[in-house]
């Protein structure tokens, strides 16, 4: 990767982060999560009257990176409401890279070196670490089922991330690309929210409406930047590199939710970095 693709994802990083801990701040996730995901069609389709439109090959694969978007975020809301953002976040970006890197190999024939290999053990014992933090004593249990959502959404990443992998590199045009895909995915969850909430619902997203319009704003941007490096470089790498929000989301939870983090996750943040370092070699 060259430092302009290296940058650009750790920006990337960085802004994912961000604005996932304003949705996590929102304590109504349907709220929160219908002004995100309609902001983002409002964005992508003022791009998408400036932009190329995507070649015909693409489209099969924005048609099912929507569909994986959108269970992605109900698995997000999900997991930000039955857990701490410091322990779902990590959990949920942790997971992405591994499952990357084994369908870049299956799927695109990216296959990993031995670098990348010891990274994929090396940061699945973080994950591990950071998953079971809930054991912290006799009387302190887990919280699976958060931990579970948070799993299923990394799952999720993963899978739209070797999709538009595939699709962006056809599309011709990165810009084009994530805009009819912010399209595509956004409007499920305010279309579902106009049904739960009704009337009631402007007044109820009016209090949030420059919060969640802000954050709606950092997710497009964050991915763009992640759909752009992925026309420059393998898949796998950069799904690691991006997960150094990991770093940013624990501690955002620590310093703004005020979060126990404690020395035993940061050990285990420490071996998912040098995992996704290890992984990140291989470019």
Not at 22 to 45: C, E, P, R
Not at 183 to 207: D, F, N, S
Request: net charge positive; hydrophobic share 55%.
């Amino acid at each position: 990767m060259t430092p302009l693709v290296v940058l650009a994802v750790l920006v990337a990083a960085v802004t994912h982060a961000s604005w996932n801990a304003i949705a996590h701040a929102i304590k109504d996730q349907l709220l929160s999560f219908t002004l995100i995901s309609g902001g983002g069609v409002l964005i992508g389709a003022v791009t998408a009257c400036f932009v190329p439109l995507p070649a015909a090959e693409a489209w099969p694969s924005l048609v099912a990176s929507a569909v994986l978007h959108v269970g992605y975020m109900v698995l997000l809301m999900r997991s930000f409401t039955l857990g701490d953002f410091g322990q779902m976040y990590p959990i949920a970006r942790g997971t992405a890279p591994l499952v990357v890197t084994v369908l870049a190999a299956v799927f695109i024939g990216e296959r990993p070196d031995g670098w990348a290999t010891t990274g994929v053990a090396v940061a699945c014992a973080g994950l591990l670490g950071i998953a079971l933090w809930g054991i912290r004593d006799r009387r302190s249990r887990p919280q699976w089922p958060a931990i579970v959502a948070a799993l299923a959404t990394g799952l999720s990443i993963a899978g739209y991330t070797t999709v538009d992998g595939v699709g962006v590199r056809a599309s011709g045009t990165p810009l084009g690309y994530i805009a009819w895909l912010m399209i595509l995915e956004g409007l499920a969850v305010p279309a579902y929210a106009l049904y739960r909430r009704r009337r009631q619902l402007m007044t109820q997203l009016r209090p949030f409406a420059v919060r969640g319009l802000f954050g709606a704003a950092l997710s497009v941007t964050a991915y763009g930047l992640v759909l752009w490096a992925q026309t420059k470089a393998p898949l796998a790498p950069i799904a690691a590199l991006r997960e150094s929000s990991i770093i940013v989301g624990a501690a955002i939870g620590a310093v703004f939710f005020k979060e126990r983090f404690g020395a035993p996750r940061i050990a285990a943040a420490g071996l998912m970095v040098v995992g996704i370092g290890l992984m990140l070699h291989t470019s």
